[in-house]
């Protein structure tokens, strides 16, 4: 199957800071990339469509001055928090789709817990 | 827009029991249906998925149904182990090139050694 990775796997900064986190895909290109938000013990909430050479698709009520997407390369999507507050603090994960028969398959990052003191 | 339900919340089985998790969702235009499983601090993983045009698919010790008519599927896992402890998110997908997913709120698979 195809492979996502994000880095950093965790991180811990100050209220205040800035923090990037990467998704890439390993083995595959992909012009679209997914960005969702986990709470604990709920279910994934997409934030934004991330799209290769344009802007960003951010879902209703996700502020797009805090939550910075850019979409540089065909295997590079990056998310910056910008000015972290506590209450940004959540799980991260991205997605790519990938053609398969029929159709799209999703896959997904391991995630990034991010937590803002 | 897309709504799926995700039954039960929580499962909680003998290791070797089958365990069933139920979904259904409400736009008949939906016609992809893939599960994740997602441990611990992890990202989710696809597990299994299944297309309006086939009834069933299984793979090894997990399987998937689908009823279009009555918009549900399932999820069954026969002989659980302990190892299939996790979150188990079912999803739903229309086709036309919309490729994203409305997931359910997740199953919580307690597998008691």
């Known amino acids: 199957g195809a492979v996502v990775s994000q880095h950093p796997s965790w991180v811990i900064c100050k209220s205040g800071t800035s923090v990037k986190i990467e998704c890439r895909s390993l083995?595959?290109?992909?012009?679209?990339m997914f960005w969702y938000r986990q709470f604990p013990k709920q279910s994934l909430m997409l934030m934004a469509t991330?799209?290769?050479?344009?802007?960003?698709?951010?879902e209703q009520g996700v502020e797009k001055d805090k939550f910075l997407i850019n979409h540089a390369s065909l295997t590079l999507s990056t998310l910056t928090v910008t000015s972290a507050h506590p209450e940004d603090s959540s799980f991260y994960i991205c997605s790519a789709p990938v053609a398969s028969s029929g159709g799209y398959t999703q896959y997904f990052g391991p995630g990034t817990r991010l937590t803002v003191l | 827009g897309e709504n799926v339900e995700q039954h039960p919340s929580t499962l909680s089985v003998q290791e070797g029991d089958s365990a069933v998790i139920k979904c259904t969702y409400s736009d008949s235009a939906s016609n992809y249906f893939p599960w994740y499983k997602q441990e611990l601090g992890k990202g989710p993983q696809l597990i299994i998925d299944?297309?309006?045009?086939?009834g069933e698919k299984k793979d090894q010790r997990i399987a998937v149904t689908l009823n279009k008519t009555a918009k549900h599927f399932s999820l069954h896992i026969t002989e659980t182990q302990p190892e299939d402890s996790a979150v188990y998110f079912c999803a739903a997908s229309t086709g036309g090139g919309s490729y994203i997913p409305t997931f359910g709120r997740g199953t919580s698979l307690i597998v008691h050694p």
């Open positions: 083995d595959f290109q992909a012009t679209t």
């Open positions: 991330s799209n290769e050479g344009s802007k960003a698709t951010y």
């Open positions: 299944i297309r309006s045009n086939v």
